[in-house]
């Protein structure tokens, strides 16, 4: 096959993302291979996620990579259009509403306040105004809650990374449905660059870069560099139900208990991500129907009293790229190993800071530098230094 300038491992939309910021970039005119294990995207994250963006984070790199994320998606369509055919992201803004008790409300006031200072356009509402607001919520226990105005709501994530995948291949960008196996580096006791990709079909291919872009299988290719990267696939459950009341205008709410759901047209999706003590590295797409039963739907029905009457309808496991250190991405190339870059980690928000990743990645390979955000806090080399900022707003 021979080489490539950049070879991409991981095809799901942060894989193919960077492949499309590279093909589209004026700076860059080099080969590009992109590397997925499932090219059918049965199994990938991507296309099993709840499909969502917001600006409600309390960093403020999160922040600036969702508003970045959420004018590509107003363009996208344009932007990613091949011979005029115009992809449909369907991209709803019908905002997030972040719930808190008395409790949580010095943290939701926070983080508002540093949403607000970047531009955000989000709301924060007390117990009457969210009663007068949204009829149907059983505020009773509530002190507050903030809503995202504009910029924030749900979309289609597989039409996004098939948007990402097919302007990339009009752009010149190869494909190739096979397994990365090994990475090759030169120099003594094999410590230097990566020279080259080994295939499970057994081809090995030269390169200039190569990018991690694995999702949930990121440590095992970092290993294959003699990288330990903290990154592990963890299970997360969406379920689908409906309900015999109609729920006026209700935005992706969030309660305090950690308790997610968002319409899905004339349905509702739901899920909530398990405490550290059981949330082992899980591989699996087997769904356990009690964790609705059991632990859902009291919560949806004591939130919204409506939904004591629903129906589950379908469910689906995924798993998140779970970053154990703070939950925020891993960008960048390790100090060992320069031009082997690293984007991972996402903890369930690289569907929607994708279009800022895959730039930022670009920008590495090109200029060897961030430059339409400084995201250099998330490199791993602020990692490896010991940064200290948690994202507090991970669902």
Not at 65 to 77: D, M, N, T
Not at 106 to 120: D, I
Not at 274 to 282: H, L, S, T
């Amino acid at each position: 096959m021979g080489g490539y300038d950049v070879v991409i491992v991981g095809g799901g939309v942060i894989g193919s993302a960077i492949a499309w910021s590279l093909a589209d970039s004026d700076d860059f005119d080099g080969r590009v291979l992109v590397v997925e294990r499932d090219p059918g995207y049965a199994r990938c994250s991507t296309a099993l996620s709840a499909g969502s963006i917001r600006q409600q984070f309390s960093i403020a790199e999160n922040i600036r990579i969702s508003q970045y994320g959420a004018e590509f998606l107003r363009a996208a369509p344009q932007r990613l259009a091949v011979d005029g055919d115009c992809p449909a992201l369907s991209f709803c803004e019908g905002g997030y509403l972040f719930l808190a008790s008395a409790a949580g409300l010095p943290v939701l006031q926070r983080n508002h306040a540093l949403q607000r200072e970047l531009g955000a356009d989000v709301a924060l509402l007390d117990a009457d105004e969210l009663r007068a607001r949204f009829a149907w919520l059983n505020v009773g226990d509530l002190a507050g809650g903030c809503l995202g105005l504009s910029g924030e709501g749900w979309f289609d994530p597989y039409g996004l990374l098939q948007a990402f995948r097919r302007k990339a291949r009009a752009l010149g960008v190869d494909y190739r449905a096979d397994e990365v196996v090994g990475l090759r580096r030169a120099g003594a006791r094999a410590a230097g660059p990566v020279t080259a990709v080994e295939l499970a079909g057994g081809d090995v291919i030269d390169c200039g870069w190569a990018v991690n872009a694995a999702g949930p299988q990121a440590a095992r290719v970092a290993a294959m560099a003699a990288i330990e990267l903290p990154v592990r696939p963890r299970k997360r459950y969406v379920f689908c139900f409906d309900c015999r009341e109609p729920i006026r205008a209700a935005p992706l709410l969030v309660d305090p208990s950690g308790l997610y759901f968002r319409p899905e047209g004339e349905r509702f999706i739901c899920g909530m991500s398990p405490g550290e003590e059981e949330d082992p590295d899980c591989e699996d797409f087997v769904v356990d129907y009690d964790w609705f039963e059991q632990r859902l739907w009291p919560l949806l029905a004591a939130r919204v009293p409506a939904f004591a009457a629903i129906r589950q309808r379908a469910a689906w496991a995924g798993h998140y790229a779970y970053n154990t250190v703070d939950q925020n991405a891993i960008l960048g190339a390790h100090p060992d190993c320069a031009n082997l870059l690293f984007a991972n980690g996402f903890s369930g928000h690289g569907l929607q800071q994708s279009p800022a990743v895959g730039r930022a990645i670009a920008e590495l390979i090109c200029h060897g530098e961030f430059r339409a955000l400084d995201l250099s806090r998330l490199s791993f080399a602020a990692l490896l230094d010991g940064r200290e900022m948690r994202e507090l707003n991970v669902v």
